[in-house]
């Protein structure tokens, strides 16, 4: 059985699915889903156990040996991942029946159940195979669950907001099609390992360099860096809370994962790095996305919209910590992804919770809030502290690392611009305190009562690991730190080899 | 040099028809092809890259030392059952734009979000009394 935790990691959820449909009850339907993303996630425990103490793991499907089969292969960097997205995606459930009663038409709800595992599947799949046309598979699976789980939403802009995801989700991962296609054509592979291996040889060919843009493209439209992070506000704010919860803390982040796999393991970092100007294009382009996305953040009026574009803000974070391209600014990418996805969840489940109770999310509904959903504030208090970066929230422990990791290469202005973007966040984290604690309550809120308990424990539980890992920070920092320098020793030894062949 | 790569002259060439249309189009079901045009050059991409000089079917038959690589042909099947789903969502999704909204142009629809962009009243579109009765309307 414990053999078998890569390939099960992944059937669980996506055999669940259809099942679904047999059951009669949607409470039953909730608590199957419940449970089934509750062995997902103490697989993904047991995973990362094993491969903290005895390393990579490698599972064969059907037997079939790695070059000629599909091969899940897990390392540090993956079992991290793999741990966040089932961690979120069950706490979250928590919450979602009592959310969906109020957002999803009764007649959907055994649907969205459906939807929402295979969408965890197709995460699951991304990040635990260790096959390129697997990863594209498995994209498209977690894709087109999104836009049906986006259209969902009771605003009818959710369709329109999910129509445009769409076409923009299908262009990404066609280019990534066409990457994979040309890496093929040049290496006769589509195994990872079998590829970073291959590709040195080829690795000066204009081929080589084409599909390296087309999968690099597709990924960060996947991952909506700025400036291809047009389809995500409207997707992440009128999609239902639950979804909005869920993608907000996951879906971006496994793009995150591919552009690393894709760049240190795949492509190797001598070739991302030191032959094509990667460096600059995405420090540039972190730091436009940290203060656009940050400014725009501060002058929107639906709360929802706002967590969204600080989520563009927060990936901008993210690349900039991986364009820094060593160890300590990988650690703080990993570190930020793991965090965010604490934060952004929590956030967003307070949203809902506040969606559950007034029905809006617009910010001049959240007068006075503070003293009717006084737990819900307090939550989306702690949760935009995080955001910031103020010590004791785990938001701090990731910039922390970052300004570090720029420290390090001396690159003291990029700091002072990082610790100028956080600035920001306090503006658009201000403007919903100033809301909720300093104007008196509207009138029609008179009745409006605290969450209801299905709603807190997941919001507390969130908050407390914000808290928790912000002040114990070993398992996120020793994870993420030994998946930066297992990253670093592989492609660091690619750069050997091909010094070796000149 | 240019009859050497005819088929990726073909494939370049689809592939910019599908863009041009996704991007230039506002009509959502001329989208739609466009984007299904898109896909289809990555498909015959993949295709044509398989095809080798003198190769036949790769079926195992004596006397034949050359076969075309069957793998592409594979994969490629999987990616039009995936391009066919994305198809067939973003046609269900259109339906439904067409119900919520009344039109399938996408300026109308831009015009009607910022049109309700102040009002922070939900336009419901989901439970089917209110579809009912714009019907009746």
Not at chain 1, 193 to 217: C, G, H, K, N, W
Not at chain 2, 47 to 63: E, H, W
Request: glycine share 6%; charged share 10%.
């Amino acid at each position: 059985m414990l053999v078998h935790l890569p390939v099960l990691q992944v059937i669980v959820p996506l055999m669940a699915a259809p099942l679904c449909l047999i059951l009669k009850r949607v409470q039953l339907v909730w608590l199957f889903t419940l449970l089934v993303s509750g062995i997902a996630f103490l697989i993904s425990v047991l995973l990362l156990q094993q491969v903290m103490s005895s390393g990579t793991i490698i599972y064969e499907l059907g037997g079939w040996e790695a070059p000629w089969g599909i091969e899940y292969r897990i390392d540090k960097l993956n079992a991290f991942l793999l741990l966040i997205i089932t961690g979120i995606s069950t706490v979250v459930l928590f919450a979602a029946q009592t959310s969906i009663e109020k957002e999803i038409s009764q007649d959907k709800h055994t649907v969205f159940y459906v939807l929402y595992l295979l969408s965890l599947t197709g995460m699951l799949g991304i990040v635990a195979t260790g096959d390129a046309f697997n990863v594209f598979v498995f994209l498209e699976i977690s894709s087109l669950s999104a836009y049906a789980l986006i259209a969902l939403g009771k605003d009818r802009r959710a369709l329109w907001a999910a129509y445009q995801y769409l076409i923009m989700g299908t262009i990404g991962a066609t280019f990534i099609l066409i990457g994979i296609g040309l890496m093929y054509q040049m290496t006769g592979t589509l195994n990872m390992e079998d590829l970073s291996q291959r590709l040195p040889e080829v690795a000066q060919t204009r081929t080589v360099f084409t599909a390296y843009a087309f999968v690099i493209v597709g990924i960060c439209l996947k991952l909506a860096m700025f400036p291809l992070h047009l389809w995500l506000p409207n997707a992440y704010a009128y999609a239902p809370s639950i979804v909005t919860a869920f993608f907000a803390a996951t879906a971006t982040k496994v793009a995150i994962y591919l552009l690393i796999r894709f760049t240190f393991s795949v492509f190797g970092l001598s070739f991302s790095f030191t032959t094509l100007p990667l460096q600059i294009i995405f420090m540039a382009l972190g730091m436009l996305g940290i203060f656009v996305a940050s400014t725009t953040a501060i002058y929107q009026t639906n709360v929802k919209h706002l967590f969204a574009y600080s989520s563009i803000a927060q990936i901008g974070y993210m690349i900039v910590g991986f364009s820094i391209s060593s160890v300590a600014g990988l650690t703080a990418t990993l570190l930020h992804l793991f965090n965010h996805a604490l934060m952004k969840s929590a956030l967003f489940l307070a949203l809902g919770a506040v969606m559950y109770r007034i029905g809006s999310v617009q910010l001049s509904q959240f007068q006075g809030l503070g003293r009717q959903m006084p737990l819900t504030m307090a939550a989306i208090v702690i949760g935009g502290l995080s955001l910031i970066g103020v010590p004791l929230t785990v938001g701090f422990v990731s910039k922390w690392y970052l300004l570090m990791a720029l420290i390090e290469n001396g690159w003291w202005p990029l700091a002072v611009l990082v610790l100028l973007g956080s600035l920001l966040a306090i503006v658009y984290v201000w403007r919903i305190v100033e809301m909720a604690y300093f104007k008196p309550s509207l009138a029609t809120h008179a009745n409006v009562k605290e969450a209801p308990i299905s709603f807190l424990i997941p919001i507390w539980i969130l908050v407390f690991a914000n808290i928790y890992f912000g002040i114990d920070t070993r398992l996120g920092v020793q994870v993420a730190q030994a998946a930066s320098e297992s990253l670093f020793a592989v492609s660091v030894s690619d750069i050997t080899i091909i010094e070796d062949s000149l | 040099m240019i009859m050497g790569l005819f088929n990726d002259w073909v494939v370049v060439v689809l592939m910019m028809i599908g863009l041009y249309i996704i991007i230039a189009h506002g009509n959502l079901i001329k989208k739609i092809v466009g984007l299904t045009i898109f896909q289809t050059s990555v498909f015959i991409f993949y295709i044509s890259m398989a095809k080798i000089d003198g190769g036949t079917a790769p079926i195992l038959v004596d006397g034949v030392t050359q076969y075309s690589n069957p793998l592409p042909h594979v994969l490629i099947l999987t990616a039009i059952v995936v391009g066919i789903a994305t198809t067939a969502v973003a046609l269900a999704l259109i339906v439904r734009i067409k119900e919520a909204y009344g039109t399938i142009e996408e300026e109308e629809i831009q015009e009607q979000d910022s049109q309700h962009k102040d009002s922070h009243k939900l336009n419901i579109h989901n439970s089917s009394e209110i579809n009912r009765d714009k019907k009746e309307c």
